[in-house]
Every structure is written in C-alpha cells, then in structure tokens.
Nanobody, 114 residues
Framework: QVQLEESGGGLVQPGGSLRLSCATS????????MGWYRQAPGKQREFVAFITAGGNTNYADSVKGRFTISGDNAKRTVYLQMNSLTPEDTAVYYCYMHMRTTYWGQGTRVTVSS
C-alpha cells in the first residue's frame, strides 16, 4: 500500500554531483518527516538529512553546506542534491518516511572514486 523507491545513485568522481530521488506511492497522508540515511561498507548506518511536513530541514554535520534536501508535492517525491562529493560519501543511501509507522526504501548505491 505504501512504497518508497530511491533512484539516482551511481559512480561519480571526487568533486562531482548527484541528485537522489525518493518516489512515494500508495496512501501517503499527513507524514511527520521524510529523509535520508546512509551506510558505508563495514560501517554503521548514519543520519544524513530530513525535511518535515512544514518544510523545516536538518543535516548531519558531515554533509552540511554540500547536500540539500527538498520535495515536490505534485510528484510526491523527495530529493537529495549532493555536491562536492568525496570518497567518504561512498555508501548505500536509504530514504525513509515517518508517519504512524516508518517506511524505508531499498536503497541506492553511491560510489565516489576517480
């Protein structure tokens, strides 16, 4: 009934940019927040960014000033614009949507390497 699907990952050189998308489907109504986590190989999953239903945003210190989270109400989609990428940003990126329960996407892989 409710599904999230990430896209936009891939291979990019250091200093490059990518835009990730998280498309929702099903009965999506009155969510509290949507956002992104990431998990690098052999490391713990970490918070990246979120946006509330009112449009407020927050970012992890490691991505502040480089990443921007935004939403398109008509398309029911949340985006993560990623600039000035470094190898430390290499990870699988997961989208979530928090309502009465929390929904997760399957993830999209980002590799930053020359």
């Amino acid at each position: 009934q409710v599904q999230l699907e990430e896209s936009g990952g891939g291979l990019v050189q250091p200093g490059g940019s990518l835009r990730l998308s998280c498309a929702t489907s099903g009965s999506v109504f009155a969510f509290s927040s949507m956002g992104w986590y990431r998990q690098a190989p052999g490391k713990q999953r970490e918070f990246v960014a979120f946006i509330t239903a009112g449009g407020n945003t927050n970012y992890a210190d490691s991505v502040k000033g480089r990443f921007t989270i935004s939403g398109d109400n008509a398309k029911r989609t949340v985006y993560l614009q990623m600039n000035s990428l470094t190898p430390e940003d290499t990870a699988v990126y997961y989208c979530y949507m928090h309502m009465r329960t929390t929904y997760w996407g399957q993830g999209t892989r980002v590799t930053v390497s020359s």
